[in-house]
């Protein structure tokens, strides 16, 4: 790319995110430029002063905060904040660390919950102890580049968006800071979800309601850890040193890292997802860069939004499902059996060998009627 | 079933559990009924520290699976009253040393994915290299030296064996229960620190002195895979050796392809993968 020799020059050159998009010059570039004169001259501005404000408390994921599932009342205004931190992520066992861009922290960023027809406004922070500019995607949004254009933020800063939930499903949200800095900082972590409910809560293709005694948030991540000459993964001291490395690795398509929720492991053992017999338990999975196809061993999903947008009706009954990239999906699973489950990507290379598993932890009485060992494995007679 | 083979089984059944024991006994038996062949001078630049364990009574339980009826249940406990004295490594076998066996071509390269600093055990090894290793060794020394068995690996080991029992009565009808006990304890298990093989001696000695055991590294054994089924009245109905896995002992007992150089979790294989695969020796 003929950009390389710009972003050689140092790291604050690269780091400086107008001069880079300068250099490449592309159409997201000039959009970006200009879309403070462009923005605000959209239809007439609603009188927002007698909605409810509702603040929004975000949880880790993969827990989602509390949250109606059916809404009461008309539209709210709700308040989100999300600080962005650059920080240093352990992936793996083995220590491999990335200089990581994460929303609040963690990989993926917080879930938020609103209802169809209820207003985000965001305040997204950039501390100073931060060395790039961030900005942010809503795909849920409408314009600007999904409020990227409006949000594009230097260290220091902090700017507010406000946008209207128009469409309900689950979506991927994700920084966008422009040209190459795009797939590196999504890769690098910078990328979440939210969740927009019907008013009325989920239903299925007759209009019955379908409600969720537990939901949990799966991010998957794809990571492109570079490695030396010995074949072992590199160590970069500051955010930006990997940037020429890595954009290598970005290249060949070919993650180091396939991982739910920031790293190898990050939802088993300990950290395994739990449930009962009987819990209907709603999964929201997000993929912000590539497709993936979530699979529970042993279980199904009962009623799945293989593209998570809830004015479509279910599919029913699904052994596996399609994430496109950049998308979220929701599926709604009833535990029937108790045991452990393996919650994967399917792609069973990418889940045993790059890292793609969590667990559930199922609690209840087994189900002797939907399986049984007939005879236990004894030596061929 | 016809009643001819209802007959076998039933002789089968009692003739069995001895023959299982006394086997397992034999192979405890083992260790000083060899002749000891005089050390040649190589020895002594690659002679490894020995701790010899004197006799005394304990318990272990064997490898394998075992059912009750249709039922999972825990590995039997079995006693050993009078068993030999052991001669084992007082360390695992260091990198150091293994690399010399590579040297010679004797051994294949040793593929760890977590590398430590110093004079560290050597890990990302197979039951194979193991093996290849013992009878380099064996030959550099003109001694006898191999793997332990579970058996001897838990005598040596005292107090920092692992004691693999759930402690759940078998249940056909909740097959779960032991899933969910099982991953629940390994998970709980290790220290969540990140595992990279530590030099040599880092985790002490046991009572014995024999050295750090239980740490991040496991240890093969000469034990393999397989089942045993018990009746409900604890008689022996069948067993079945699977010695294309081999247990691996430390922090708890895992099993293993022979080849398998590094441990992985993940997908439906859930529980805690064994953080390094090493090994030490016991000399005959």
């Known amino acids: 790319m003929d950009g390389n020799q710009d972003i050689n020059v140092s790291r604050r050159t690269l780091l400086a995110g107008a001069a880079f998009v300068g250099v490449l010059g592309g159409a997201l570039a000039s959009l970006s430029a200009h879309a403070e004169e462009s923005a605000p001259a959209q239809g007439p501005a609603p009188d927002l002063s007698t909605l409810p404000r509702e603040k929004i408390t975000l949880v880790s994921p993969p827990f989602v905060h509390e949250h109606e599932q059916i809404a009461t009342g008309g539209p709210k205004i709700k308040e989100v904040t999300l600080t962005i931190q650059e920080k240093q992520l352990v992936l793996d066992d083995y220590g491999t660390t990335i200089q990581a861009m994460t929303y609040e922290g963690t990989n993926p960023g917080p879930m938020f919950v609103v209802h169809e027809g209820d207003y985000v406004e965001l305040t997204l922070i950039n501390p100073a102890t931060n060395s790039m500019q961030h900005n942010i995607d809503f795909h849920a949004s409408t314009g600007a580049l999904g409020g990227g254009a409006l949000t594009l933020i230097n260290p220091g800063e902090q700017v507010k968006l406000r946008f209207k939930a128009t469409r309900a499903g689950v979506f991927v949200y994700h920084c966008a800071p422009g040209g190459a800095m795009i797939p590196w900082h999504v890769v690098s972590g910078m990328n979440g979800a939210m969740l927009v409910l019907p008013r009325g809560g989920l239903t299925d293709a007759e209009g019955n309601k379908l409600t969720y005694d537990r939901v949990y948030y799966v991010g998957e991540q794809d990571f492109y850890i570079p490695r030396d000459q010995n074949g072992d993964f590199k160590v970069y001291d500051a955010p930006g040193d990997d940037y020429d490395d890595m954009v290598q690795v970005m290249r060949t398509l070919t993650p180091t890292h396939v991982v739910f929720n920031g790293a190898v492991g990050a939802l088993t053992g300990e950290n395994a997802l739990k449930a009962k017999v009987g819990e209907r338990v709603l999964i929201l999975h997000s993929q912000a860069n590539r497709d993936t196809r979530p699979h529970l061993i042993g279980g199904h999903g009962d009623y799945v939004w293989p593209n998570g947008k809830f004015a479509n009706t279910p599919q029913l009954n699904l052994e596996t499902w399609h994430v496109a990239g950049g998308s979220a999906a929701a599926a709604l699973y009833t535990f029937l059996q108790p045991g452990l489950y393996a919650y994967v990507n399917h792609n069973l290379i990418e889940a045993v060998e790059l890292g793609a598993t969590a667990h559930f932890k199922v609690e209840g009485t087994w189900n002797d009627d939907l399986m049984n060992q007939v005879q236990a494995p004894t030596p061929i007679s | ?284």
């Open chain 2, 1 to 284: 079933m016809s009643p001819t083979a209802s007959g076998a089984g039933t002789a089968f059944s009692i003739a069995i559990p001895v023959l299982l024991l006394a086997g397992i006994l034999a192979v405890l038996g083992d260790q000083s009924g060899l002749v000891r062949i005089p050390r040649i001078t190589a020895a002594a630049e690659i002679g490894p520290e020995l701790v010899t364990i004197a006799s005394r009574a304990y318990t272990y339980r064997p490898s394998g699976e075992f059912l009750s009826g249709r039922a999972s249940m825990d590995a039997p406990l079995v006693e050993v009253t009078a068993p030999q004295s052991l001669d084992i490594m007082k360390f695992e076998v260091r990198a150091a040393d293994y690399a010399r066996c590579v040297a010679d071509k004797a051994c294949e390269r040793a593929d760890p994915r977590r590398r430590g600093k110093g004079d560290v055990p050597v890990t990302g090894v197979s039951f194979d290299d193991a093996a290849a290793y013992a009878s380099w060794l064996s030959a550099r020394t003109g001694d006898n030296w191999r793997l332990p068995t579970i058996a001897e690996w838990t005598f040596a080991a005292g107090s920092k064996a692992a004691d693999v029992a759930l402690g759940l009565v078998p249940d056909a009808g909740d097959p779960a229960a032991r899933w969910l006990a099982s991953y629940e304890r390994e998970s709980t298990l290790g220290d969540g620190a990140l595992a990279a093989p530590s030099p040599l001696g880092s985790f002490g000695v046991n009572e014995f002195g024999v050295a750090d055991l239980a740490g991040p590294v496991w240890e093969w054994t000469a034990s393999c895979g397989g089942r045993t089924t018990l009746s409900p009245s604890g008689d022996l109905l069948s067993h079945l050796d699977s010695c294309g896995v081999h247990y691996l002992e430390g922090r708890h007992r895992a099993q293993m392809s022979n080849f398998v150089r590094d441990a992985i979790g993940g997908g439906c294989s859930a529980g805690t993968p064994p953080d390094n695969l090493g090994f030490r020796l016991v000399r005959d």
